[in-house]
């Protein structure tokens, strides 16, 4: 599995922030404005331009201009890549730890015939 890991920590960084989840959200339900992004939240518009600038230097977003009005839509493709990245490595860990969970009620069994 070949992931640009920079492409991928800017992903997980503009997602750890709440407020940045919660613009995905909005754009989940298709492309807005800033204004209407910005409703939500105790923030000026300029704050949530920041937001999504985060947001668009991950590839998460889309911005463009529409005679004075910003749009903003969200992008699947790139949002894809991590979730490829995360069901990658939950496969691997669950397989993993079902090896343990077979060990462990092995060792169980073995106690109990003593």
Not at 94 to 101: C, G, K, N, P, Y
Request: hydrophobic share 40%; charged share 25%.
């Amino acid at each position: 599995m070949v992931i640009d890991s920079h492409r991928l920590n800017r992903v997980f960084g503009a997602l750890s922030d709440e407020t940045r989840r919660g613009i995905l959200a909005q754009l989940a339900e298709g492309e807005a404005n800033v204004v209407q992004l910005a409703k939500p939240y105790d923030m000026s518009q300029p704050a949530i331009t920041k937001h999504l600038k985060v947001l668009e230097a991950a590839g998460l977003v889309q911005r463009w201009r529409v005679g004075r009005e910003t749009r903003v839509r969200a992008r699947a493709d790139t949002a894809q890549e991590a979730v490829s990245w995360i069901t990658h490595y939950s496969k691997f860990w669950q397989q993993h730890f079902d090896a343990v969970d077979q060990i462990l009620q092995q060792n169980g069994s073995k106690q109990d015939e003593r």
